[in-house]
C-alpha cells in the first residue's frame, strides 16, 4: 500500500469528543480491551465507530461458531482482501484457536488448504465461494447448512461481511501493520 500524507488516518486521544471518548472507552473497557487498527478510523465517524464495533464484538465473541471456525472466515477474508492488519492480528490468534499451520498458510498464499475436518472445510468453501464469485451454489451452501446449521451459516456470512469492512477499512486507510509485524503478503500480486 502507498503512503500519503493523509494516510492512515491519526487519532489523537486526547482530543476526542465526549462521543468519541464514549466509544473509545466503551472499545477499550470490552472483549477486545484494546482501540487499534480500523477501530481508531471509524472513531473519526462516532455513529460508524458504535454501531460496527458493537457488530464486531458480536461477530467475534457472539456467534454459535466456535473460534476455530470464526478465525478461519476472518484469515479468509483477509487473505481475499490482503489485508496485512487483519492477517497479522488474526493468524495467531486461529492458531490458537486450533486452524493449523499448513491451513494458515496456505490460505495466506493462495495455495488450496487441506482440512482433516469437514466443518473447516465448509467454512473456507463457502468464504472463498461468496468471496471471490460473490454468490454461494446449492451445494455449498447445502454443506455449510449441514456443519452449522441455519443460524450458524447466517453467521458466518456477518463474520465475512463484517471482516469485509474491516479488511476495506484497513486498505483504504492504510492502517499500518502492528508494530513489528512483516507484510504477510509482500510479494503477493
Known sequence: MQDTPLRPVRLNETALSPEQRRI????????????????????????????AQALGAFCRYGTSLPPRLSELAILTTGAFWRSGFEWAVHAPIAAQAGVSDAVIAAIRTGQP?????????????FSQMLHSQRHVDDATYARAVACLGVPGTVELVGILGYYTL?????NAFAVPLPDGAADPFAGQD
Do not use: C, N
Not at 166 to 170: E, F, V
Open 166 to 170: 474491516i479488511s476495506m477499512t484497513i
Open 24 to 51: 473509545h472507552d466503551a472499545i477499550l473497557s470490552g472483549p477486545r480491551g484494546v482501540v487499534e487498527g480500523p477501530l481508531r478510523v471509524w472513531l473519526q465517524s462516532p455513529g460508524l465507530a458504535d454501531t
Open 113 to 125: 488448504p487441506v482440512f482433516e475436518r469437514e466443518d473447516e472445510a465448509a467454512v473456507h468453501a
